[in-house]
């Protein structure tokens, strides 16, 4: 399943990565690694952006960009 399908709530751990090289380094710079867990937050009002929790902070992704990050529900 795709980060972009998660919903306000739910939880994953991300499995990979894809994506053009520099959007796939700067997904990881951002944290966005395989075996991290990550939750989504909030959606905003249309659908775009979201807020995810990873970390211990609070990060804000495209769905465009999410659609990027393969996860396995947690």
């Not at 980060?3 to 709530?9: A, F, H, T």
């Not at 395989?34 to 659908?47: N, Y």
């Not at 990060?59 to 996860?71: I, M, N, Q």
């Amino acid at each position: 399943m795709l980060l972009s399908e998660l919903e306000p709530g739910d939880a994953g751990r991300i499995l990979s990565v894809t994506g053009d090289g520099a959007l796939r380094v700067r997904l990881m710079e951002m944290g966005l690694v395989p075996g991290t867990r990550v939750a989504v937050r909030k959606v905003a009002p249309m659908g775009d952006p979201m807020e995810l929790w990873l970390r211990g902070y609070a990060l804000t992704l495209r769905r465009e960009d999410a659609e990027c990050v393969k996860v396995e529900e947690a």
